[in-house]
């Protein structure tokens, strides 16, 4: 063991030193004994020694002599940094809660190993490339360790162990794939809110709720009945797809606050080296996901012989999804893909564990587990699926079942992974190459590399449909099916376009009549792509703090198309008046003290559109469904005579009058009388949100829905519903002046000081440099660590 320690602090000083070992062995023994702190820690399973360092941001920069070890110590750091977090979630997601946390689990347990990977293994590990398997057994091979390692070292254990009352568990490799109910997917739940709609106004209210991009016209599939869908058919989804808090000495489950659909996103953007200050390509990707403690990526740097890559990553995963491996640059946003399809099923009268598939009866499959539940005996628990996929819901009283059908039970589709692929491609061809057989989530990856070359190009499964279009339920009795998956390179790309900006933020980005239809109702609105766009045409070039900017920029395109609407609006009413008055000097920045902003968010979001929805939909309609789609609500104020009719206009100026003097007075009672003390940050507050109550915040917010620096939250209440926790804008090949952040930190353990650490930066717009050469990350060096084989 001396004899590995001496060699472990040797290589570590050495390579601070940024030489070989042996002609710096001397040297680097001084200059150990001046002082340079380097902790030693054995790891099981190791092969080689394994050099970190934690720069001063909280990043780990993990060196090692082989790709094995390097995903090993991946894991082991994950652990060392994010154990509780990662925990949680793999039993959320293999349905271990109850083993640990009692029976008031049992149910989540359930419902959550419905939407586990059941497929064929071998072809599973295959989809994402040749290295994949090994990554993940290596990764979660450390992440045993450093549960091993906590064992002689509990002082050393995250305290929400303690608190909760258990202890971390050790992983298998299938952890890491097998686990989808943390997917990010939309259609399931618009489906079911148009069939609602449909049942309760008919087919032609589904134009009134949502615009269908590409244009389209819903018709209801033959054999369905709209309204036979009970009220809790989405149950058992929600139920697996939740997270979980512990409050006040008791565990409980509390689902994510109910949102408009679409409420995570993204923005990424690349500018070629014509377009750039630096003759470099720029790259810049902030994810929009909700903001907790601690946030859901984190920042790594993984380098050994054959591959070098520094980004962001799940903490759970090997590798990492957003960033660069020092040739190619790449950040991502989703595409909205349509992968989900609720089937609904006759079940046979005489035999309830059969139902109708073509002209007979098909039984159902099931699997029996046994459930572990703490204090108790395991539960013997029956889970059912059809041949289209995990049965959700059985309404014996209608003689029906409900199952889901989706892309991520697929092979090849747990969230990410398939990052294994495409973060070694060292060009456009191999990049796209990786992307052509992209599984979930859908995604538009924006590329640069340092040739100069930048480009769009999306992937995800995309179902062939046979005979419907997937925007309502559709019986399961074999009328309706997949015809496979459309070819990933039949989907459109860019590279290197004529005018240099390549950029996406979940818009409908298909080119007019591509054959292709992969979804109506999963794109975001227009407006942060425009903003984006706007802004980078807005110079001849485009440097890094342009970019980094431009992550912060607050301008609402909607608020500023609304406002040249009230020109011509007058009212004797006191409160409208000075709504107007207020709002028509407004520039549509919705910044946190701006009394403007505030006054224009409350207005849109919680009374224009609820007043909008009431206008165009029957009233028993209009009590379930809220109109969030502010192209339909352009679409009316621009013509109003065709949405209203031949009283068009004055209808319109009514909507606008009587909403705005309901925001103008909801303010004055949230606020007080004076407008001046108004601030927008004042109604929307961040917190983020920890499990145990280690909450960071709150935070005064600024930006919308339709900003780029998105701020999704919920109408009437104003609980945030996702943000961009991490930024990264990257300037392509000379990498060390790239610039992120990651908030509120990048540690998961409320005792570590990188916890909180970038909290404040993140809500001042201030960045930090994403450091890649040695000899930066050296300077930069707040803790170092030598991982050395344990014999």
């Given at each position: 063991?001396?004899?590995?320690?001496?060699?472990?602090l040797?290589?570590?000083?050495?390579?601070?030193?940024g030489?070989?070992?042996?002609?710096?062995?001397?040297?680097?023994?001084?200059?150990?004994?001046?002082?340079?702190?380097?902790?030693?820690?054995?790891?099981?399973?190791?092969?080689?020694?394994?050099?970190?360092?934690?720069?001063?941001?909280?990043?780990?920069?993990?060196?090692?002599?082989?790709?094995?070890?390097?995903?090993?110590a991946?894991?082991?750091?994950?652990?060392?940094?994010?154990?509780?977090?990662?925990?949680?979630?793999?039993?959320?997601?293999?349905?271990?809660?109850?083993?640990?946390?009692?029976p008031?689990?049992?149910?989540?347990d359930?419902?959550?190993?419905?939407?586990?990977?059941?497929?064929d293994?071998?072809?599973?590990?295959?989809?994402?490339?040749?290295d994949?398997?090994?990554?993940?057994?290596?990764?979660?091979?450390?992440?045993?360790a450093?549960?091993?390692w906590l064992k002689?070292?509990?002082?050393?254990?995250?305290p929400?162990?303690?608190?909760?009352?258990?202890?971390?568990?050790?992983?298998s490799?299938e952890d890491?794939?097998?686990?989808?109910?943390?997917?990010?997917?939309?259609?399931?739940?618009?489906?079911?809110?148009?069939?609602?709609?449909?049942?309760?106004g008919?087919?032609?209210v589904?134009?009134?709720?949502?615009?269908?991009?590409?244009?389209?016209?819903?018709?209801?599939?033959?054999?369905?009945?709209?309204?036979?869908?009970?009220?809790?058919?989405l149950?058992?989804?929600?139920?697996?797809?939740?997270?979980?808090?512990?409050?006040?000495?008791r565990?409980?489950?509390?689902?994510?606050?109910?949102?408009?659909?679409?409420?995570?996103?993204?923005?990424a953007?690349?500018?070629?080296p014509?377009?750039?200050?630096?003759?470099?390509?720029?790259?810049?990707?902030d994810?929009?996901?909700?903001?907790?403690?601690?946030?859901?990526?984190?920042?790594?740097?993984?380098?050994?012989?054959?591959?070098?890559?520094?980004?962001?990553?799940?903490?759970?995963?090997?590798?990492?999804?957003?960033?660069?491996?020092?040739?190619?640059?790449?950040?991502?946003t989703?595409?909205?893909?349509?992968?989900e399809?609720?089937?609904?099923?006759?079940?046979?009268?005489?035999?309830?564990?059969r139902?109708?598939?073509?002209?007979?009866?098909?039984?159902f499959?099931?699997?029996?587990?046994?459930?572990?539940?703490?204090?108790?005996?395991?539960?013997?628990?029956?889970?059912?699926?059809?041949?289209?996929?995990?049965?959700?819901?059985?309404?014996?009283?209608?003689?029906?079942?409900y199952?889901?059908?989706?892309?991520?039970?697929?092979?090849?589709?747990?969230?990410?992974?398939g990052?294994?692929?495409?973060?070694?491609?060292?060009?456009?061809?191999?990049?796209?190459?990786?992307?052509?057989?992209?599984?979930?989530?859908?995604?538009?990856?924006?590329?640069?590399?340092t040739?100069?070359?930048?480009?769009?190009?999306?992937?995800g499964?995309?179902?062939r449909?046979?005979?419907y279009?997937?925007?309502l339920?559709?019986?399961?009795?074999?009328?309706?099916e997949?015809d496979?998956?459309h070819?990933?390179?039949?989907l459109?790309r860019?590279y290197?376009?004529?005018?240099?900006?390549?950029?996406?933020?979940?818009?409908?980005?298909m080119?007019?009549?591509?054959?292709?239809?992969?979804?109506?109702?999963?794109?975001a609105?227009?407006?942060?792509?425009?903003?984006?766009?706007?802004?980078?045409?807005?110079?001849?070039?485009?440097?890094?703090?342009?970019s980094?900017?431009?992550?912060s920029?607050?301008?609402?395109?909607?608020?500023?198309?609304l406002?040249?609407?009230l020109?011509?609006?007058?009212?004797?009413?006191?409160?409208?008046?000075?709504?107007?008055?207020?709002l028509?000097?407004?520039?549509?920045?919705?910044?946190?003290?701006?009394?403007?902003?505030?006054?224009?968010?409350?207005w849109?979001?919680?009374?224009?559109?609820?007043?909008?929805?009431?206008?165009?939909?029957?009233?028993?309609?209009?009590?379930?469904?809220?109109?969030?789609?502010?192209l339909?609500?352009?679409?009316?104020?621009?013509?109003?005579?065709?949405?209203?009719?031949?009283?068009?206009?004055?209808?319109?100026?009514?909507i606008?009058?009587?909403s705005?003097?309901a925001?103008?007075?909801?303010?004055?009672?949230?606020?007080?009388?004076?407008?001046?003390?108004?601030?927008?940050g004042?109604?929307?507050?961040?917190?983020f949100?920890h499990?145990?109550?280690?909450?960071?915040?709150?935070?005064?917010?600024?930006?919308?829905?339709h900003?780029?620096?998105?701020?999704?939250?919920?109408?009437?209440?104003?609980?945030?519903?996702?943000?961009?926790?991490?930024?990264?804008?990257?300037?392509?090949?000379?990498?060390?002046?790239?610039?992120?952040?990651?908030?509120?930190?990048?540690?998961?353990?409320?005792?570590?000081p990188?916890?909180?650490d970038?909290?404040?930066?993140?809500q001042?717009?201030e960045?930090?440099?994403?450091?890649?050469?040695r000899?930066?990350?050296?300077?930069n060096?707040?803790?170092?660590?030598?991982?050395?084989?344990?014999r």
């Open positions: 063991m001396r004899r590995w320690r001496r060699a472990a040797l290589l570590a000083v050495c390579g601070a030193l030489t070989g070992l042996l002609p710096q062995a001397a040297g680097a023994d001084r200059e150990a004994g001046a002082g340079a702190a380097v902790s030693v820690i054995p790891v099981a399973g190791l092969e080689r020694p394994v050099r970190m360092v934690v720069d001063r941001w909280g990043v780990p920069h993990i060196y090692a002599d082989n790709t094995a070890d390097l995903y090993l991946q894991g082991f750091n994950a652990a060392r940094d994010r154990l509780f977090q990662i925990d949680l979630w793999r039993r959320r997601g293999l349905g271990l809660l109850s083993e640990v946390l009692g008031a689990y049992l149910k989540q359930q419902a959550a190993r419905l939407f586990l990977y059941r497929g293994m071998a072809k599973e590990w295959e989809s994402y490339g040749p994949a398997k090994k990554a993940a057994t290596r990764f979660t091979e450390g992440v045993n450093y549960v091993d002689q070292n509990p002082e050393a254990l995250p929400e162990f303690r608190e909760v009352g258990y202890a971390p568990a050790r992983w490799p890491v794939v097998r686990i989808r109910s943390h997917s990010l997917a939309v259609n399931l739940t618009s489906e079911v809110d148009r069939a609602r709609a449909v049942c309760a008919g087919i032609d589904d134009p009134l709720m949502r615009k269908l991009q590409p244009e389209w016209k819903t018709v209801v599939p033959d054999g369905l009945d709209p309204c036979a869908l009970p009220a809790d058919v149950g058992t989804y929600q139920l697996a797809t939740q997270s979980v808090v512990f409050q006040n000495g565990v409980r489950t509390v689902p994510e606050p109910p949102g408009p659909a679409l409420s995570e996103g993204s923005n953007w690349a500018v070629a014509a377009r750039s200050t630096t003759g470099r390509p720029i790259l810049a990707s994810p929009h996901r909700v903001m907790k403690a601690p946030t859901l990526r984190y920042i790594t740097h993984l380098s050994a012989p054959g591959l070098d890559v520094i980004g962001a990553g799940e903490p759970a995963l090997p590798g990492i999804s957003i960033g660069h491996n020092g040739t190619v640059a790449f950040g991502l989703i595409f909205g893909v349509d992968q399809d609720l089937y609904v099923y006759q079940l046979d009268p005489a035999d309830q564990g139902y109708r598939y073509g002209q007979g009866w098909e039984r499959g099931t699997v029996t587990e046994n459930v572990p539940v703490a204090g108790q005996a395991a539960q013997p628990t029956e889970l059912s699926f059809t041949r289209h996929g995990p049965v959700i819901k059985v309404d014996r009283e209608r003689n029906l079942a199952a889901l059908r989706t892309t991520w039970l697929q092979p090849g589709t747990t969230p990410y992974f990052s294994m692929k495409y973060m070694r491609a060292r060009n456009w061809n191999e990049f796209t190459a990786a992307m052509r057989t992209w599984g979930g989530p859908p995604e538009n990856q924006i590329y640069a590399d040739a100069g070359n930048v480009g769009w190009v999306p992937g499964l995309a179902p449909r046979i005979g279009d997937g925007l339920p559709v019986p399961g009795d074999g009328r309706y997949w496979g998956f070819d990933g390179a039949r459109p860019s290197n376009p004529a005018k240099g900006i390549v950029a996406s933020a979940n818009e409908f980005n080119p007019e009549n591509h054959p292709l239809k992969v979804g109506f109702d999963s794109w609105s227009p407006y942060r792509h425009e903003r984006i766009v706007e802004a980078l045409s807005a110079k001849p070039r485009t440097s890094v703090a342009d980094t900017a431009l992550q920029d607050k301008v609402s395109i909607p608020a500023r198309r406002v040249r609407l020109a011509g609006i007058e009212s004797d009413d006191p409160s409208t008046a000075r709504a107007l008055e207020l028509r000097a407004y520039d549509g920045v919705t910044s946190a003290d701006s009394a403007r902003a505030a006054l224009f968010e409350t849109f979001t919680s009374h224009l559109e609820p007043a909008f929805t009431r206008e165009v939909l029957p009233e028993n309609v209009a009590r379930m469904i809220f109109i969030h789609d502010p339909l609500l352009f679409d009316a104020m621009d013509d109003p005579t065709r949405w209203f009719g031949s009283d068009g206009t004055a209808v319109r100026d009514r606008l009058r009587t705005l003097a925001a103008y007075d909801e303010l004055t009672r949230r606020l007080g009388p004076d407008p001046a003390a108004w601030k927008w004042d109604i929307q507050k961040l917190t949100g499990p145990t109550g280690k909450d960071v915040g709150p935070f005064p917010r600024g930006g919308s829905w900003t780029v620096e998105a701020s999704n939250y919920l109408p009437v209440t104003y609980a945030p519903l996702s943000g961009p926790t991490f930024k990264m804008v990257l300037d392509v090949g000379a990498w060390d002046r790239s610039q992120a952040i990651n908030a509120p930190g990048q540690s998961g353990d409320p005792r570590s990188h916890y909180r970038l909290a404040g930066s993140w001042r717009g960045y930090f440099p994403l450091l890649y050469s000899a930066a990350v050296e300077l060096a707040k803790d170092r660590f030598l991982l050395t084989p344990r």
